[in-house]
């Protein structure tokens, strides 16, 4: 059995890849050239050139493979060329998932966000079953995303054993970027979180993610979704347990939206306008947590036996691979 995996070097793939060389045969890595392959230097598994824009490359990229996991993604709230976003997210899907539709694979597992699902205006937690307001696409990587969610499933109407997964916040090792999330851990222990938003995040172990996807290739039903989640948690709470971790004090003042709104446009002019860098406080990433976004993962749990396991020990360990591998200064 020969299974290919997009994405492989970053924190999702790169737990993914892991995961895979314990229960499968063969891994293939579709790695662009100008990645950081650190995450999975070392491994067992082939590593192949290529980009998913370009669609006839990935025909010869598939040959022989049985099973696709399609985890990459141009992940940012912000980019200096918003085009490249849906470049790699919409068009790149499309690509990798006709090739694999021609190439006849088993089975095609796409992970996706939960930012492609609604949040319900009373309060509930989203499920797979809500929709997603158009008025929520706060960001091109949340757009691009749904987009390409569409896109996936009309080729799985056309024949392609697809499951879709809808991770929530992963935390956890070899979050190499970091992400966002990461962002926020890397940021408490350089202690430069003076104040703190009031919304709340749904968190799982980047290691449970991983075996949801393997467990959605083995259990979940084609053209379905499945929301790998695990723990609803406030940005307080999250921030406390970091606290209990760490011994480094979490923020006390808690930030009115209105003026963290604010800050995030200044500093997005800033980035757009003069530094053409990231932006300390994305703009997108403000604006999603105007509202909690709490989710139910309970599908994933009944239906493919998503672990659960403890978010205080994914964080103690996100914890220490920051400090060993130099992210706290």
């Known amino acids: 059995m020969k299974t290919l995996v997009t994405g492989a070097t970053g924190f999702v793939g790169s737990n993914l890849v892991r995961r895979l060389l314990k229960d499968e045969g063969e891994i293939k890595a579709l790695v662009r ?6 995450n ?16 006839e490359s990935l025909m010869s990229v598939l040959k022989g493979c049985d099973t696709l996991y399609h985890v990459a993604a141009h992940y940012s709230f912000w980019d200096r060329d918003s085009r490249k976003i849906y470049d790699i997210n919409v068009e790149g899907t499309k690509n990798i998932l006709y090739a694999a539709l021609k190439r006849g694979l088993e089975k095609v597992v796409y992970t996706s966000t939960v930012g492609c699902i609604g949040i319900p205006q009373n309060g509930d937690c989203g499920t797979e079953k809500t929709e997603l307001n158009p ?6 990587y949340k757009r691009s995303k749904y987009l390409a969610e569409v896109e996936a499933l009309k080729i799985c109407k056309k024949g392609l054993p697809l499951v879709i997964v809808n991770p929530s916040t992963p935390i956890g090792p070899m979050d190499i970027k970091p992400t966002p999330t990461g962002k926020i851990i890397v940021d408490f222990l350089n ?23 393997i467990l959605a290739a083995q259990r979940g039903k084609i053209g379905e979704r499945y929301i790998l989640g695990n723990e609803n948690i406030s940005m307080k709470g999250i921030l406390n347990l970091l606290e209990e971790i760490t011994g480094i004090k979490a ?15 200044i500093n997005q002019f800033i980035s757009d306008k003069i530094t053409k860098r990231p932006p300390f406080i994305p703009l997108a990433g403000v604006r999603m947590a105007k509202r909690f976004m709490y989710f139910d993962a309970s599908r994933a749990v009944r239906e493919l036996s998503l672990p659960q396991s403890s978010i205080k020990k994914a964080l103690e360990e996100s914890v220490k691979w920051y400090y060993e591998h130099g992210y706290v200064k």
């Open 33 to 38: 050239k100008d990645s950081n392959t650190k």
């Open 40 to 55: 999975i230097d070392g491994l067992d598994i082939e590593i192949v050139d290529g980009d998913l824009r370009d669609r």
């Open 135 to 140: 008025s929520d696409f706060h960001n091109h």
């Open 191 to 213: 202690k430069k979180m003076p104040a703190y938003i009031n919304t709340g995040l749904n968190l799982i172990d980047v290691r449970d993610v991983a075996r949801g996807h």
């Open 251 to 265: 923020p006390k003042i808690r930030m009115p939206y209105l003026l963290a709104l604010t800050a995030a446009h």
